[in-house]
């Protein structure tokens, strides 16, 4: 079992829809979360961390289970802008990072 | 916020030539940083964790010997792919941790890194 599993998608949605990506990964112990956003040929950016409570930042909002261990990434009214690919990263024991393969979003006009 | 300068941006190189691969962070402190490898259309693949003033931790299945990293002060790594080949081309990324609230990590521009 991969360390992290995501949907590599594509996740083909029109303008202002809501869409929803979920990641799992395997290590119970692993200890922060993070969404990032990586345009084509480009490096990834920062989108939010994943706190246990939830948090939200404008039309994202990010989870995480740990329970179920899997982190999710919930995108409301999206823009023809939020087509990218969203990498799910897992940071474990001694700083360790571990990316997901990414879901691939493309907005449709 | 936190800014990581990546050198060069772009890079062709002969077969057999070894390339150096600047990362710097501009505007913080990095004890850590860590270089990654790319391929077309795949996720991001860590190749080594480099620690300021002693030796970088490698993962498994990458070659110590061939990607040489030096991390000699806290503002700057180095990855040197020696002796390069076709299938060392690829997209190389370096990114450090900076210590905000949110304990993101950083990214540098990336090198696209092309072996002919």
């Known amino acids: 079992r991969k360390e992290v599993e995501q949907d590599p998608g594509p996740f083909n949605v029109p303008e202002g829809a809501t869409v929803a990506f979920n990641c799992t990964y395997s290590?119970?112990?692993?200890?922060?979360f993070f969404w990032y956003r990586q345009d084509c040929r480009k490096e990834p950016k920062l989108l939010m961390s994943?706190?246990?409570s939830g948090n939200e930042d404008g039309r994202f909002t990010a989870q995480l289970n740990r329970a179920s261990q899997y982190i999710s990434l919930l995108i409301r009214d999206s823009k023809l802008s939020d087509s990218a690919t969203y990498l799910c990263?897992?940071?474990?024991?001694?700083?360790?990072?571990?990316f997901g393969t990414g879901t691939k979003l493309q907005v449709i006009p | 916020g936190a800014v990581v300068s990546q050198h060069p941006s772009w890079v062709i190189c002969k077969s057999g030539t070894s390339v150096k691969i600047e990362c710097r962070s501009l505007d913080f402190q990095a004890t850590t940083m860590f270089w990654y490898r790319q391929f077309p259309k795949q996720s991001l693949m860590l190749m080594a964790t480099s620690n300021e003033g002693s030796k970088a931790t490698y993962e498994q299945g990458v070659e110590k010997d061939k990607f040489l990293i030096n991390h000699a002060s806290l503002t700057l790594s180095t990855l040197t792919v020696t002796s390069a080949h076709p299938e060392d081309s690829s997209f190389y990324i370096c990114s450090a941790r900076e210590m905000t609230a949110n304990y993101g990590y950083t990214f540098g521009s990336g090198t696209r890194l092309t072996v002919v």
């Open positions: 290590n119970s112990a692993s200890q922060s």
């Open positions: 990263v897992v940071r474990g024991g001694y700083q360790k990072v571990t």
């Open positions: 994943v706190y246990s």
